[in-house]
């Protein structure tokens, strides 16, 4: 499968034109990861999203418990997921880990060359942000849905889960 066909029929990219995706296309470097590499690090800076063309991630909570710090599981992520996206929007650290759980072929979009699409393309621009915004609130959605089940398992709503 083409670069091009692969990027527009993710979420992230859906709706971009040949055209544009022709222009984003040499934006993009492809990185490669072994199994049980650490792709981004909780609190690191960061610079670039990634979209999985090949592997699964998994994406990692640091969790302090009485026996000390470890890592909690919050997601496995696919080919055609998105991670690294809130380090653009919110200009924050890195806000988990994630780790290659098989070797993983991953496309980055830095924020450099995201600002180089607003510059030069703002209907795209503006079309990927929008796409963004729609991915974030699937995940708030289902972090929503965990919750409510969480609590009707018996939890009460004023603890830590």
């Not at 709706?15 to 909780?42: C, K, M, N, W, Y």
């Not at 880990?97 to 450099?112: D, F, G, I, M, Y």
């Not at 600002?115 to 972090?143: G, H, K, M, Q």
Request: glycine share 6%; hydrophobic share 45%; with cysteine.
């Amino acid at each position: 499968m083409t670069t091009s066909r692969f990027l527009q029929e993710q979420p992230l990219f859906g709706g971009v034109d040949d055209q544009s995706i022709a222009a984003i296309i040499p934006l993009l470097s492809e990185h490669e990861f072994s199994t049980g590499e650490a792709i981004v690090r909780e609190g690191e800076d960061g610079d670039s999203l990634f979209v999985i063309r090949r592997g699964a991630v998994e994406v990692l909570k640091a969790s302090t418990a009485e026996d000390g710090v470890f890592e909690k599981r919050i997601a496995i992520l696919k080919v055609g997921d998105v991670f690294g996206e809130m380090e653009l929007i919110d200009m924050q650290r890195r806000s988990a880990t994630v780790r290659a759980l098989e070797p993983v072929s991953a496309l980055a979009l830095s924020n450099a060359d995201l600002f180089c699409i607003y510059e030069s393309d703002l209907p795209t621009f503006t079309l990927i942000v929008l796409n963004l915004a729609r991915e974030l609130s699937r995940r708030l959605r289902s972090i929503d849905d965990l919750a409510v089940h969480h609590m009707a398992m018996g939890s009460r709503a004023d603890q830590p889960w």
